[in-house]
């Protein structure tokens, strides 16, 4: 996979993570779930499909260009996060802690990943 292409990906990461965040925060204030059939489904398997792109091409462009502070495990666990936030964000009793420190690690992960892809570029 191109440089390009892995860019790409993991920018529409960070937009399905945000979505995720916002449909969390929505939840939370309405105390209604998301439909599973029109909403978490649709969104959970967009994002699988992503996932299931990125994280092979992540981590072999993570071990062939050993960026500092950025390892084949964090992409690992960033694309099993990810896919476990998409489906949790529909549901107003999920953890606010713990959903956010997922949000966090997601995010902090894929910028620093597009960072590195920007300096490499």
């Known amino acids: 996979m191109e440089t ?10 960070l937009n399905y993570n945000q979505e995720a965040y916002n449909s969390f925060i929505q939840c939370r204030e309405t105390g209604e779930k998301g439909d599973f059939y029109t909403e978490v489904k649709p969104f959970a398997d967009n994002v699988k499909y992503c996932c ?4 092979p091409a992540a981590s072999a462009w993570v ?9 084949p495990m964090q992409i690992k666990n ?41 300096d490499k570029a």
């Not at 996060?81 to 529909?90: C, E, G, H, K, L």
Request: aromatic share 10%.
């Open 4 to 13: 390009e292409e892995l860019r790409q990906l993991t920018s529409k990461l």
């Open 52 to 55: 299931d792109e990125w994280e």
């Open 63 to 71: 071990i062939a260009n050993k960026p500092k502070n950025l390892y």
């Open 78 to 118: 960033t694309a099993e996060n990810m896919q476990m936030v998409s489906v949790r964000a529909f549901f107003p009793e999920t953890s606010l802690k713990k959903f956010n420190s997922h949000i966090q690690s997601i995010d902090f992960v894929l910028r620093h990943l597009l960072d590195e892809l920007e």
